[in-house]
């Protein structure tokens, strides 16, 4: 399992969203993007979330390791 996290430097771009909208949703509170489920199965569509955060602000940790996941 893995844990998603958006940190504070979100300026809701949407570019997660888009590629994995089962994973990301953006508030109306605050425009910025939050995970849907925070502990979720590994799958490569968070991982290109990650890669296209133009703000690098999303964390994926793996639960098993306590280690960041690297994309």
Not at 40 to 64: F, N, R, T, Y
């Amino acid at each position: 399992m893995w844990r998603i996290s958006v940190n504070r430097t979100c300026v809701g771009s949407g570019s997660c969203t888009g590629l994995a909208p089962g994973h990301f949703e953006l508030s109306d509170a605050d425009g910025r993007s939050h995970p849907v489920h925070p502990d979720v199965a590994p799958d490569e569509a968070v991982l290109d979330a990650v890669a296209s955060c133009p703000m690098e602000a999303i964390e994926v940790i793996d639960l098993e390791t306590g280690a960041p996941v690297e994309v």
